[in-house]
């Protein structure tokens, strides 16, 4: 488990992080979002270990990282720009990492191999940037490590690439219970991978949740009344958003879905429907509700 | 879990050997070739004939190549091997690895000296293996082996530890590089600075005392021809570059830890030091202005223009290194700090706040003191015959001390401007061990300063001044007599006779005043130990001259009437400096404007009367001596001139 309290980091005079909390369950993929220089490739510098932070505090699973070799031994960081040792082949990096890392598996380093199909006699650096991207992952997944932390992983892949990593961490999720935080500036990037979401703007985080609670909880319903709507109607529930197209109106909803179902089929409307959402539609009306422009935050 | 403890990670090492193996490679070679090698070639030349200039052989062979490898191998070496500190996408990479920053800091300083050290070692054993089976005995010793090798091994850690706390304190490997020759040079050049600035307004601080004498040693740079040339006396210097490398790794370690990765690619890697940097760069500059236009224009105004370009130059270069960005030119803040607290810096030293410029120290606390008109010599022969003997009793303190007064007296702030001025320092050494030093400068002649004369014309100062007391007349094996470019040459070689003469130049210097110039005659004394000291012989030294006559080798020694074919007098022209002395004499000055002596009488009287070179060129003579087609020219003012030249030409 991670567990992250009143994080602050100042660059000079400027602040990046501004008393930043976080919690993370093992085996959970926790999708960090913010825009760029929201703060989150310095929240995960931070959590790796690579980076001091000025305030607060961080441990996985009740030791700090920070300078602590055995919580480094466990946790893997890959920046959104992968580095390799110049001129060394995916071999000699492989070897490196071996040494390095005590729980490096060579089995598996040669299983990926077959899936991914690259030469581990090329040079890294001749490799294309999604070729690299896997490189990188081969090496880390290799090294069998309990945190995988990663920094835009998916951004500049194709899709082919993008679905290949993907499986390979849910994978590694579900088999050996890795826990994964993973940044994105695009919610559609992670949306099917994460079960946590929370999105970072300059240097706080101003919504955290549960995906599936999101996706349980939130409601878009589509309702015709013969006369006007019963004004007392839907003062049990929250009401995210709300439009009038004649005599349908279409109203975002907060609660319990069958409480809703109830409360609406008493006040026997002429139509009721009940319309999907995505992930992307939740938060902007989520946002809305709390005051921030969604669009300016992400994509 | 499997877990390793050992204390250095293979794979790194792997990785620091193809990032920095070949500086290793290219010094060893470079060695191999210009010393290894140097030494068999010279050893095939049969009868190579080769000068040992140096007490230390070994470094004499390729001394440039090995300078330049000594000083250039140990910063590449530091610059390579933090390489990952300065670099974003590495330094990132390589802390996130699970190391710890101890480890990671041994394990790049162990490689980095032993990568260092091999290259010499190496070649060292190669040397080592040519002693033991060729003749090399008029090469080097295996004492020079062994001190060639410890030498260069200490210089070359403590250079790269210099470059290792630089490369700890930047983010920027180029800034790392130079500046790590700009601290090695620092101390040197911070004191010259400090020094020759405060001269423009501190009066009696003694410039050449530092300059000349200590501070040379302060750097490994200025300092090697000490290290390389001679042997003694540094073995102190050598430890204490040891004891400076420990701590500056330590300090490197400290420094490390405390490093924030981020700091990678900025210029100044701790916030803290970033104004201390831009006001010492500042500062630096400030002086190299002072010191540049006191150099170039010896004028108050220039200075201070000086002063002010230079600060400006530096406070906005050490800006645009500091925020890596050529757009500073709207930050003045700092700069408006710096100049009030550089004028205040000036105000306290014009205004001597400190009592530099009054201090005398007093009587009770003297127990000697020293009134030196040439401080290199001085220096010199300290270090060949050891501490000399200064004024102990109370009037001659007594007289220095009234002297000194005299000196602050008059002493005006324009005086280093002059360039025909004469320092004159006076060194006292106090009775709890410390010495106190002030230099003076003044124009003019001696004569025009009476307590001066007086002091110069006592014993103790002449004993001080003139090595001839300070030899050891038991290691003088010969004597040389000269006269006029060897016109005639003696050459005394029984060491009893050397050694009388030396008593009898003794005992004459001491009854001459001091002043006394040379002309036409000079002795060398050769000694066995301490090089030869050179000595002039005229008429007046009546103790060597009535040897000489005693001995009947007077006549083989000086100058007589016999000697000279004429002497040609004339008013001094400018012609002097257009011409050779026979076209002058002989073709351009017309007949009217030359006194001609053949007169037996006269020509004794110029032979033992004229002997000196004076201040003022108003006459001008040319001796032809017999057999020498060419004359020899000397000038004198009016007073010393012969009268009946003087009448003659009024």
């Known amino acids: 488990m991670i567990h992250v309290q009143e994080i602050g980091k100042a660059f000079g005079k400027k602040q990046v992080l501004k008393g930043v909390n976080l919690t993370v369950n093992k085996g959970s993929i926790y999708g960090l979002l913010g825009s760029n220089g929201a703060g989150k490739t310095t929240l995960l510098k931070v959590l790796s270990g690579i980076f001091k932070q000025d305030k607060g505090s961080i441990s996985i699973d009740q030791a700090p990282v920070f300078e602590h070799v055995l919580t480094k031994q466990r946790l893997i960081f890959i920046p959104d720009q992968p580095y390799f040792f110049s001129h060394y082949t995916v071999k000699q990096m492989a070897e490196f990492y071996a040494e390095i890392y005590p729980e490096w598996n060579q089995q598996r380093f040669l299983h990926l191999q077959q899936i991914l199909n690259l030469d581990i006699n090329a040079k890294v650096h001749q490799f294309s940037k999604g070729m690299q991207r896997q490189v990188s992952f081969w090496l880390a997944l290799s090294t069998m490590p309990d945190y995988l932390i990663l920094d835009e992983p998916f951004d500049g892949l194709d899709a082919v690439v993008r679905k290949k990593i993907k499986n390979l961490i849910i994978n590694d999720v579900a088999e050996r219970a890795m826990t994964v935080i993973v940044s994105s500036h695009n919610l559609r990037e992670v949306e099917d991978i994460c079960d946590h979401i929370g999105i970072l703007h300059h240097g706080q985080f101003i919504l955290e949740k549960d995906l599936d609670d999101l996706k349980s909880d939130i409601h878009k319903i589509q309702v015709a009344f013969k006369h006007d709507i019963p004004e007392p109607l839907f003062d049990a529930f929250t009401v995210l958003h709300r439009e009038e197209r004649g005599s349908v109106h279409l109203i975002i909803v907060k609660g319990n879905q069958d409480q809703v179902d109830q409360v609406i089929e008493q006040a026997n409307p002429l139509v009721y429907d009940r319309l999907p959402l995505t992930l992307e539609e939740i938060f902007v009306y989520e946002m809305e509700g709390v005051g921030y422009a969604i669009e300016n935050i992400l994509v | ?82 390489r990952y500190l300065h670099q974003k996408d590495a330094s990132d990479f390589i802390h996130s690895l699970p190391i710890t920053r101890s480890k990671l800091f041994w394990q790049q300083i162990g490689f980095g000296l032993v990568a260092l050290w091999l290259p010499i070692v190496l070649n060292g054993i190669l040397l080592g293996i040519i002693y ?163 150099f170039i224009q010896q004028a108050y105004q220039w200075i201070i223009i000086g002063y002010v370009i230079f600060s400006l130059i530096g406070y906005f270069v050490s800006q645009m290194i500091v925020q890596k960005s050529w757009r500073v030119f709207t930050t003045w803040r700092e700069y408006g700090y710096f100049i009030i607290g550089f004028t205040c810096l000036i105000l306290v030293i014009l205004f001597d706040l400190t009592g530099f410029e009054n201090r005398i120290p007093k009587t009770e606390n003297i127990e000697s003191v020293y009134v030196i008109d040439d401080m290199y010599g001085f220096v010199e022969r300290e270090q060949l015959y050891g501490e000399e003997q200064g004024f102990t009793t109370l009037d001659d303190i007594e ?16 005086n280093f401007l002059y360039a025909d001025r004469m320092g004159l320092t006076i060194r006292y050494q106090l009775k709890n061990g410390r010495t106190f030093v002030r230099e003076y400068y003044i124009t003019g002649d001696v004569a ?101 006559e005693q001995e009947g080798l007077y006549n083989q020694v000086m100058l007589t009437i016999d000697d000279i074919e004429t002497v040609i007098f004339a008013k001094f022209t400018e012609d002097y400096y257009n011409y050779s002395d026979e076209e002058l004499f002989e073709r351009v000055l017309p007949e009217q404007d030359k006194m001609t002596i053949t007169d037996d009488d006269q020509l004794e009287f110029i032979l033992d009367h004229m002997y000196g070179e004076y201040d003022e060129e108003e006459y001008m003579a040319a001796i032809y001596l017999k057999g020498n087609n060419f004359p020899y020219v000397f000038f004198s003012d009016s007073e010393n001139v012969p009268s009946f030249v003087y009448e003659y030409f009024n």
Not at chain 2, 399 to 410: F, N, P, R, S, Y
Not at chain 2, 490 to 519: A, C, H, K, T
């Open chain 2, 132 to 294: 033991n089976f060729l003749d090399v005995s008029h090469f080097f010793t295996i004492n020079h082996l062994f001190y060639w090798l410890s030498l260069t091994i200490i210089i070359l850690s403590f250079v790269f530890s210099v470059s290792i706390v630089i490369g700890m304190i930047t983010g920027i490997s180029i800034i790392q590089g130079i500046f790590t020759y700009v601290f090695l040079f620092f101390p040197v050049g911070f004191t010259t600075l400090v020094i020759f600035n405060l001269n423009f307004g501190m009066i009696g601080i003694p410039e050449s005392y530092f300059i000349d004498d200590r501070i040379a040693h302060f750097s490994p740079i200025t300092d090697l021809g000490n290290l390389f040339m001679f042997d003694k006396a540094t073995t102190f210097k050598l430890v204490a570059y040891i004891v400076l490398t420990v701590i500056l790794i330590l300090f490197a370690l400290l420094l490390y830890r405390k490093r924030p990765v981020e700091a990678a690619s900025q210029a100044i890697a701790f916030k803290k030091l970033k104004p201390i940097f831009i006001y010492s760069f500042t500062f630096c500059f400030t002086l190299i202005g002072g010191f540049y236009f006191g």
């Open chain 2, 399 to 414: 007289a220095v001390q009234k002297l000194h007064q005299e000196l602050i007296d008059q002493a005006d702030r324009g």
């Open chain 2, 1 to 82: 879990m499997r877990s390793k403890t050992s204390w250095y990670n293979h794979e790194m090492m792997k990785q620091n050997f193809r990032q920095v193996g070949w500086i290793s490679l290219v010094y060893f070679v470079t060695i191999l070739l210009a010393v290894v090698l140097n030494i068999l070639m010279k050893l095939d030349i049969e009868d190579a004939y080769y000068d040992i200039y140096f007490e230390q052989p070994l470094f004499q062979f390729s001394e440039v190549i090995q300078i330049l490898m000594l000083f250039a191998a140990p910063v590449f070496m530091a610059m390579f091997i933090l």
């Open chain 2, 448 to 548: 025009d300063y009476p307590l001066l004369h007086n002091l110069m014309q006592t014993e103790t100062y002449k004993k001080y001044s003139e090595p001839i007391f300070r030899i050891d007349e038991a290691s003088a094996y010969k004597l040389t007599f000269t006269n006029n470019y060897d016109y005639k040459q003696l050459v005394i070689s029984d060491r009893e006779q050397v050694v009388e003469l030396i008593n009898r130049y003794r005992e004459d210097i001491l009854n001459l005043p001091i002043q006394e110039g040379g002309f036409m005659t000079e002795a060398e004394i050769h000694l066995s130990n301490q090089g030869s000291i050179y000595l002039n012989l005229t008429p007046k030294y009546e103790g060597v001259i009535s040897w000489l």
